[in-house]
């Protein structure tokens, strides 16, 4: 049974770094094609990706965000972590991880996502 | 603004059809498989169509999903009050070393 569990601060300031860590169980992020990614969604909006890392480290970002995430594994933690830079209350969302299905893009089980906002 | 383009809502009546419509480029859609998925009020999105027209475990076949070209249709047929929720369709993008893009989301209404 694959679970994902995003941990991270509620409330940031702007201008501040934002880490956000997601817990996995039931996969192993060694194991060759598997990925998790990050997925986010400002209240009342659309879904926005945010990136991808793959079993063998490779990874993927937005394009428009590229300059402020990093995406960074640790498989012996089962672990996920985002890191956002420059924070501001666009900002402000749920961040979701998620595991990366079979099918290109797909993601197929999904964290319960965690609220983040942005505020001096 | 989302690069993949949805209708903002949809509505139907209970026992009726509905499709949802997704518009993407060559970049996008062209070139890459379709996935769907439904995120009902306060919950995280669930996959609910993936590679244009595969339906996971557990999903009813009252789902279905179709794509030509550059464009993605998802289809809920005798719709269910439990069926209101968001729609977004999301592909795989080409261009600029791979990434993965989302529709605006379609607003699902059962009246």
């Known amino acids: 049974q694959i679970t994902l569990k995003e941990s991270g601060p509620t409330l940031v300031k702007p201008t501040q770094t934002l880490t956000l860590t997601c817990a996995f169980s039931g996969f192993s992020l060694s194991s060759s094609g598997v990925a998790v990614g990050w997925i986010r969604q400002p209240p009342g909006k659309a879904l926005e990706w945010l990136a991808l890392i793959y079993w063998d480290d490779d990874k993927r970002y937005s394009p428009s965000l590229r300059s402020r995430l990093t995406i960074t594994k640790d498989t012996s933690k089962n672990q996920v972590v985002l890191t956002v830079t420059n924070m501001d209350s666009v900002d402000t969302a749920t961040y979701y991880c998620?595991?990366?299905?079979?099918?290109?893009?797909?993601?197929?089980?999904w964290g319960q996502g965690t609220l983040v906002t942005v505020s001096s | 603004q989302s690069v993949l383009t949805q209708p903002p809502s949809a509505s139907g009546t209970p026992g009726q059809r509905v499709t949802i419509s997704c518009s993407g480029s060559s970049s996008n859609i062209g070139s890459n498989t379709v996935n769907w998925y439904q995120q009902l009020p306060g919950t995280a999105p669930k996959l609910l169509i993936y590679s244009d027209n595969q339906r996971p475990s557990g999903v009813p076949d009252r789902f279905s999903g179709s794509k030509s070209g550059t464009s993605a249709s998802l289809a809920i047929s005798g719709l269910q009050s439990e069926d209101e929720a968001d729609y977004y369709c999301a592909a795989w993008d080409d261009s600029l070393n791979g990434f993965v893009v989302f529709g605006g989301g379609t607003k699902l209404t059962v009246l």
């Open positions: 998620a595991h990366r299905g079979a099918a290109v893009g797909t993601m197929d089980y």
